[in-house]
């Protein structure tokens, strides 16, 4: 009897290292069979680039796609360039002056044509008609006559960033332009006596900003406390550290600029509603600088 048991026991085994080894010839089979199908499948791709050394493996992979499903391939870069045309006028925020441009520190605004706002800045102005009111008695309405119209304060909000020796001479000389620019002709010198320059704005084409005249009322240039400051001085050439005159500018900063438009007594007398209205007192045709 004990016999027997171990000789079953003997034919159990057998058949269970059998049916293993079935087992592990079929799968070490399939493997070896998928090896060889990613062999055989690289293979092909790899002789398709040999044949077009042009063609991605992603190109090759897409064959066979129906038409209109496969993407396009053509690539063709298109490189920026200015047009000499109208359109490209430069029409970025400017305030200039061209009578104090031979300054050093002021010499970066003169290669931009005076100072101009880097980003686009947000502006408020306003027009107001002033009438008077007249009270008659023993009337429902009143009487309003007019008194005048005026152009009140234009003010510009812009922010300037520093991120090398250049902008930060831009900046130094934009700090100094506005500081110079609302003061007298006092002291010494030529004109004393005279009051501050007047300024030119310019901005967003020809019939937005034209040719304004006006003069800085005040300004504000932010110094913030948690903001990196470039050593910047003055006169060196970018990227040496040669120059007699250091100073620290922040990466960011805001200014503020009230302007307010003026007019000389010369220049309102030419002054026509018709032609006003027609644009002609505020485009290029008479260069007026009317708003």
């Known amino acids: 009897m004990a016999s027997d048991f171990f000789g079953g026991v003997g034919d159990a085994i057998g058949n269970v290292t059998n049916a293993v080894g079935s087992t592990v010839s079929t799968v070490f089979g399939a493997g070896v069979d998928i090896v060889g199908g990613i062999a055989q499948g690289v293979g092909q791709v790899i002789g398709g680039i040999g044949t077009n050394p042009n063609m991605m493996i992603s190109q090759y992979r897409s064959q066979g796609i129906p038409y209109g499903a496969e993407p396009n391939y053509s690539y063709s870069p298109t490189q920026a360039r200015f047009s000499s045309g109208p359109e ?39 027009h107001t008609a002033e009438y008077q009111k007249i009270d008659t008695a023993h009337t429902n309405y009143p009487f309003y006559a007019y008194k005048n119209s005026q152009i009140d304060d234009i003010t510009i909000t812009g922010q300037f960033t520093v991120q090398n020796e250049i902008e930060g001479m831009y900046w130094l000389a934009m700090n100094h332009f506005l500081r110079t620019v609302s003061k007298m002709y006092f002291g010494q010198g030529a004109n004393i006596g005279n009051p501050p320059p007047i300024c030119t704005l310019n901005g967003y084409g020809d019939f937005v900003y034209n040719n304004v005249s006006c003069v800085i009322k005040s300004f504000s240039v932010s110094m913030e406390k948690d903001v990196d400051y470039l050593a910047v001085r003055l006169g060196a050439t970018p990227g040496t550290k040669s120059g007699p005159n250091l100073s620290y500018v922040p990466s960011l900063s805001t200014v503020i600029v009230t302007l307010l438009p003026v007019y000389s007594r010369d220049k309102i007398k030419t002054f026509n509603l018709t032609n006003f209205a027609k644009g002609q007192l505020i485009t290029n045709v008479d260069g007026k600088g009317f708003i």
Do not use: C, H
């Open 88 to 126: 490209q006028k430069d029409w970025r925020i400017k305030i200039s002056n061209d009578l104090i441009y031979q300054s050093e520190v002021l010499r970066p605004l003169a290669e931009t044509g005076g100072m101009t706002f880097p980003y686009l800045p947000q502006i408020t102005m306003s």
